[in-house]
């Protein structure tokens, strides 16, 4: 069964400075990955995927991800954090390419950006 | 991508009581997805619902708490039934068009 680990509930970082969000996913096959962010009384915003291709890829809001298949890993970053970053990240991964099946998510980490 | 609002926003209910809500998408979608999320954390499916046949319910939620609705491909409600403090959450449809899903913006539920 397919899975998605975040390891840190809160990351903190301040303003200007490079932030990193972990995600490692376990699934069979060959992986589609997303992150998605969810702000104070908002529902869940799509970032990014991964589907195939660059295993650098760009997405919303100057984020940026990187799919490492030896590591199993797609973490979330950005080269300068804003104090409007702050929020709350779900990493997510599908083995499937179908509009039938949900995606499973991780448990959230909850970035804040200090001014 | 696929624009999704949900009705109503917040609500603020009695203990024994039901609230309906309502999820729509501007476009045909094959299956809805319904989740409850705890302030904070993170997201549990509830169900899923296919237009014209009954709902696949999660382990941990049955039918007859969560009733579920689907009349058309661009529609479908959820209620939670005879409400208790401990269903306080926030409900949120979601739909999967190609390869991405997309929520809804959430209803805040809050049970006194």
């Known amino acids: 069964a397919q899975s998605v680990a975040q390891p840190e509930d809160q990351v903190n970082v301040a303003e200007g400075n490079p932030l990193t969000v972990k995600c490692t996913y376990s699934?069979?096959?060959?992986?589609?990955l997303f992150w998605y962010v969810q702000y104070p009384n908002r529902g869940l915003q799509f970032l990014l995927k991964?589907?195939?291709?660059?295993?650098l890829v760009k997405g919303s809001y100057g984020f940026e991800a990187e799919f490492n298949k030896s590591q199993t890993s797609f973490h979330l970053k950005k080269p300068s954090a804003l104090v409007s970053d702050s929020a709350l990240y779900f990493c997510?991964?599908?083995?499937?390419?179908?509009?039938?099946?949900?995606?499973?998510f991780g448990k959230g980490t909850r970035l804040s950006v200090i001014a | 991508s696929a624009v999704i609002s949900q009705k109503p926003s917040r609500d603020i209910c009695q203990r024994g009581t039901s609230l309906t809500i309502q999820c729509q998408v501007d476009?045909?979608?094959?299956?809805m997805f319904w989740y409850r999320q705890q302030p904070g954390q993170s997201l549990t499916l509830i169900a899923t619902?296919?237009?014209?046949?009954?709902?696949?319910?999660e382990s941990g939620f049955v039918i007859d708490k969560f009733p579920i609705s689907r009349p058309n491909l661009t529609f479908s409600t959820l209620t939670v039934s005879n409400m208790s403090p401990e269903d306080s959450s926030i409900y949120l449809c979601?739909?999967?068009?190609?390869?991405?899903?997309?929520f809804g913006p959430g209803t805040r539920l809050t049970v006194l």
């Open positions: 997510a991964v599908s083995p499937l390419h179908s509009g039938n099946t949900p995606l499973v």
């Open positions: 619902a296919n237009q014209g046949s009954e709902a696949t319910y």
């Open positions: 991964y589907i195939t291709g660059d295993n």
């Open positions: 979601s739909v999967r068009t190609g390869d991405t899903q997309y």
């Open positions: 476009s045909q979608v094959t299956m």
């Open positions: 699934v069979s096959g060959n992986p589609y």
